[in-house]
């Protein structure tokens, strides 16, 4: 079974731009969630996703937003890009319903921005 | 506010030697997750424990889920080149299963 892909895996903006991420979860699995990683803050939580619907949201502003398509798909936007949004931005899907709710992670898209 | 604390940040040892790594929280979980990532990789998830006081163990990695909840270790037997890597601990509050709060990471270098 194929893993989670991640597109594009290497990005650069530059401020005030915006971006869009994609993401293909594992096959057979309805949530995909969204992480940033930076040395500084660690791996945060952005938001999940499940039946194209929003289920969950961090602490990001407004302009971090995602959706989610009928074929559980997804895609994250940053929009008016900031110096700070540079990180490694995580894709992971689950199975729906489970409790423990296991993440398996893509390779991420590594986003810089000059 | 970091809900998850690991410790140590960093670690780096001589291969065969023992090691552990602490997660701990004031918070209880419903279930706690250990996580290694490496360069160029998203996490690749090592085990899940749900039981408070629950043991598990993977070939020379032991993972312990503390008595109330709130806290687990790693410990490591014999590392080696390949244990490389961050290890990131992650929770799953008792309020929502579907968000998982992750710790801070530890980075560890297991020297030849």
């Known amino acids: 079974k194929a893993g989670v892909t991640q597109t594009p895996r290497y990005l650069i903006k530059t401020r005030g731009q915006q971006v869009t991420l994609s993401c293909s979860p594992i096959s057979g699995h309805r949530s995909v969630s969204w992480y940033q990683q930076t040395p500084g803050q660690g791996l945060q939580f952005l938001f999940e996703?499940?039946?194209?619907?929003?289920?969950n949201k961090g602490n990001f502003p407004g302009r971090f937003s995602g959706r989610q398509f009928s074929n559980s798909r997804s895609e994250m936007n940053v929009s008016t890009l900031e110096l700070g949004d540079s990180a490694l931005y995580l894709c992971?899907?689950?199975?729906?319903?489970?409790?423990?709710?296991?993440?398996?992670f893509g390779p991420g898209t590594r986003l810089t921005v000059l | 506010t970091q809900l998850l604390e690991q410790s140590p940040q960093f670690l780096s040892i001589q291969e065969g030697e023992n090691l552990t790594v602490y997660c701990n929280s004031s918070?209880?979980?419903?279930?706690l997750q250990w996580y290694r990532q490496e360069p160029g990789e998203g996490p690749v998830l090592l085990v899940t424990v749900v039981t408070g006081g629950e043991v598990k163990k993977l070939k020379r990695l032991t993972f312990q889920f503390g008595d109330a909840r709130k806290d687990s270790s790693l410990h490591i037997t014999a590392a080696q080149p390949g244990d490389t890597g961050l290890y990131l601990c992650a929770g799953a509050r008792m309020d929502s299963s579907y968000k998982l709060i992750f710790g801070s990471g530890t980075r560890l270098l297991v020297r030849p």
């Open positions: 992971a899907s689950s199975l729906a319903g489970q409790t423990y709710n296991e993440q398996f």
């Open positions: 996703y499940f039946s194209e619907t929003q289920r």
């Open positions: 918070s209880v979980f419903s279930s």
